[in-house]
């Protein structure tokens, strides 16, 4: 609170003081938040949303418990550092894969909001999926919006109690089960259930079950929009990849205004108003409070709920439907049809995503096809260079890490290149490697003496006259085309 005066006077000797009031000024530094009650909707989007919410939960939900190979289809186990995709391993040196997914998500963002505005955020969102569903829950327990504004504004009673309890109660059991269902991404959701029950899970299991259901309850039970106002950035950024020909959700202002109440028999061009009869309830149904009739604005996710709310008052009042509708600003300052609208989704903007996303898939599945299975590190064993085991042959030693990052067992032969007189000594081959497994190969190689001397200067390293390059070649012994050849040193010493 701020106090507002005037500033002190110098009074003369024997002046009169006089009392003055001083007025009082209340700032209010923050925005205090008013709880917002949906109404529920039915409607094309809303039948659309409802899709898209079933079918990304079958997804999340239904995905761990798919088995492939005798395996869950789909794990990320961190500790053995593999990722399981149904058919594919990855291992840390496959991270590219990752950025290549990044960067097609981003690109895809990126198309659908060049085309109709904020698609993600409207219907495939955790935010608003998850919101979508503790709504749903909330209705069937306390009932629709004025419902639930009695419910709230009604003194504690036992009725209260229980209603709020069993929504709560419910609520916690949807987000421990999301919390549960996402560490089931990462230990084996098969597993992770008997141990849960026992109270046997590890602390990190334990921690990230708790917290994601933590934030899937206070996110999706009582932030909810304030999610999408004020912790997502991407509200703030949308605006940069609108122009005139995106599809964003509009209130045809020309055909609606001057708004006004009437009753259905009323002609709306008689008594001078136009199409919108002032109900609100585009304001009603939307999970974020605004007013779509005051234009575009940052708080809006798309989810079109004010599309199906006015359509359903038009069609109560004969009139036709799409007083708000997806269209775009050139179809409202030139008055295109929708056919005149789809001709411009394909614009420079969109081409240009469209084809980065095509050429990028392309390149990442051709990749992924003629992926080799088999990974080769050669080490050299720094404890011994090298050493003469008789008379003028020489040894070194080496670590080989053989990799086989296939879905089925393989047997591996190794060989060795370079070297007049090469060989390839302690090592039982064929070297068996288990399904998507590694091991670790001790690796002896013997030269004789005469490949030293009779070996060209210009093989060696500056500053090393003794050593030489060298190719080390693993490759399966069923299939030829898995091979990999690494290049290494041999020494010779003095």
């Known amino acids: 609170m701020t106090r507002i005066s005037d500033p002190a006077r110098r009074l003369a000797p024997g002046a009169a003081v006089v009392s003055v009031q001083v007025p009082q000024a209340e700032i209010a530094l923050y925005e205090i938040r008013k709880k917002i009650y949906p109404r529920a909707v039915q409607g094309v989007y809303a039948r659309?949303?409802?899709?898209?919410?079933?079918?990304?939960?079958?997804?999340?939900?239904?995905l761990p418990?798919?088995?492939?190979n005798g395996r869950q289809a789909v794990l990320f186990d961190l500790g053995a550092r593999k990722f399981f995709i149904f058919g594919l391993v990855f291992w840390p040196q496959d991270v590219i894969y990752l950025a290549v997914l990044l960067i097609l998500s981003a690109l895809s963002l990126f198309l659908f909001t060049a085309?109709?505005?904020?698609?993600?955020?409207?219907?495939?969102?955790?935010?608003t999926v998850y919101t979508e569903m503790f709504l749903w829950v909330e209705r069937r327990i306390e009932g629709d919006r004025p419902a639930r504004m009695r419910l709230d504004a009604a003194p504690v009673s036992p009725r209260k109690v229980l209603r709020k309890s069993a929504k709560h109660l419910a609520w916690l059991a949807i987000a421990l089960w999301t919390g549960y269902t996402f560490v089931g991404y990462f230990t084996p959701v098969a597993e992770l259930g008997p141990r849960t029950l026992a109270f046997?899970?590890?602390?990190?299991?334990?921690?990230?079950?708790?917290?994601?259901g933590f934030a899937t309850y206070g996110n999706a039970g009582f932030m909810r929009e304030q999610v999408c106002k004020y912790m997502c950035p991407y509200a703030r950024f949308q605006s940069v990849m609108f122009d005139r020909d995106t599809l964003v959700i509009t209130y045809d202002a020309a055909r609606g205004d001057p708004r006004g109440a009437r009753s259905r028999k009323a002609h709306a061009a008689a008594s001078g108003l136009g199409d919108c009869v002032d109900c609100s309830i585009c304001v009603q149904v939307c999970p974020t409070g605004i007013d779509i009739r005051n234009g575009l604005q940052y708080d809006c996710i798309g989810c079109a709920a004010c599309v199906d709310g006015?359509?359903?008052?038009?069609?109560?009042?004969?009139?036709?439907?799409g007083l708000i509708r997806y269209t775009t600003e050139n179809a409202l300052a030139r008055g295109l049809d929708a056919r005149a609208i789809w001709k411009r989704v394909l614009r420079p903007r969109t081409t240009i995503y469209l084809g980065?996303?095509?050429?990028i898939a392309v390149a990442a599945s051709v990749s992924l096809y003629l992926k080799n299975p088999l990974k080769v590190d050669v080490i050299r064993d720094r404890g011994v260079l090298a050493r003469e085991v008789e008379a003028g042959v020489i040894e070194n030693v080496y670590r080989l890490q053989i990799m086989n990052t296939d879905e089925r067992a393989r047997e591996f032969v190794i060989e060795a290149a370079g070297l007049s007189g090469l060989q390839v000594v302690g090592v039982a081959q064929p070297v068996a490697v288990?399904?998507?497994a590694t091991r670790l190969v001790p690796l002896r190689l013997r030269a004789s003496e005469p490949a030293r001397v009779a070996a060209s200067g210009d093989d060696a390293h500056e500053g090393h006259a003794d050593t030489r390059r060298i190719e080390i070649t693993v490759r399966a012994s069923d299939d030829t085309h898995v091979a990999r050849v690494e290049r290494s040193s041999f020494v010779f010493p003095r």
Do not use: H, K
């Open 115 to 127: 085309v109709a505005g904020r698609l993600w955020c409207g219907y495939a969102c955790p935010q």
């Open 200 to 212: 046997d899970v590890g602390p990190w299991e334990a921690f990230w079950i708790l917290f994601y």
């Open 356 to 359: 980065s996303i095509l050429l």
């Open 65 to 68: 418990w798919l088995s492939w």
């Open 434 to 436: 288990q399904a998507a």
């Open 48 to 62: 659309w949303r409802w899709t898209l919410v079933i079918a990304t939960q079958l997804l999340f939900y239904g």
């Open 310 to 321: 006015c359509n359903q008052v038009m069609d109560r009042m004969g009139y036709a439907r």
